[in-house]
T-cell receptor, first 111, second 108 residues
């Protein structure tokens, strides 16, 4: 099992550019989530999904889109990058009400 | 949505002492309460969890206690070691909402 994988590991964007952060899991988990981690702010939930075709907003959804067309994949799209989106992004997956398994993270810098 | 408050934000202890981190939550429907440890530059990983049908769970030097009436749960680390130094997070509401984290420093 690869667990939860994320690509890329590092990314630098210019303000206004768009990009997609990829996340995949091979554990057949129904839940998948995206978090951003900023110093002193903990892990803030951006979007989550409870199954293929179902997504919902978390605490900080503005500026991000998600879709869940398959159980395995949960990409996060930045539509028009802003410096405030500079952060470390973690994808996670789990069964409902069970341990979340985190990916290795993507460090994003927006200049 | 669920509001998870975690205290303290930083904690410094001497090696061998105990450390206690507390979290409160707002959603009375929450029934699963995990704790994660995140070492510098790494991903969070589960260290212990508890469900609402028990009040306490232990795993060697770590324990978690839960008070559902008061809506709070705590992480207890005994006989702390330098390798316990990390950021610790609690979570609630289907384990999706996290506290802001506690940076624990264990000094030799």
């Amino acid at each position: 099992n690869a667990g939860v994988t994320q690509t890329p590991k590092f990314q630098v964007l210019k303000t206004g550019q768009s990009m997609t952060l990829q996340c995949a899991q091979d554990m057949n988990h129904e839940y998948m989530s995206w978090y951003r981690q900023d110093p002193g702010m903990g892990l803030r939930l951006i979007h989550y999904s409870v199954g293929a075709g179902i997504t919902d907003q978390g605490e900080v959804p503005n500026g991000y889109n998600v879709s869940r067309s398959t159980t395995e994949d949960f990409p996060l799209r930045l539509l028009s990058a802003a410096p405030s989106q500079t952060s470390v992004y973690f994808c996670a997956s789990s069964y409902s009400n069970h341990e979340q398994y985190f990916g290795p993270g993507t460090r994003l810098t927006v200049t | 949505g669920e509001n998870v408050e975690q205290h303290p934000s930083t904690l410094s202890v001497q090696e061998g002492d105990s450390a206690v981190i507390k979290c409160t939550y707002s959603d009375s429907a929450s029934n699963y309460f995990p704790w994660y440890k995140q070492e510098l530059g790494k991903r969070p990983q589960l260290i212990i969890d508890i469900r609402s049908n028990v009040g306490e769970k232990k795993d060697q030097r770590i324990a978690v206690t839960l008070n559902k009436t008061a809506k709070h749960f705590s992480l207890h680390i005994t006989e702390t070691q330098p390798e316990d130094s990390a950021v610790y997070f609690c979570a609630a509401r289907r384990a999706l909402n996290f506290g802001k984290g506690t940076s624990l420093l264990v000094t030799p």
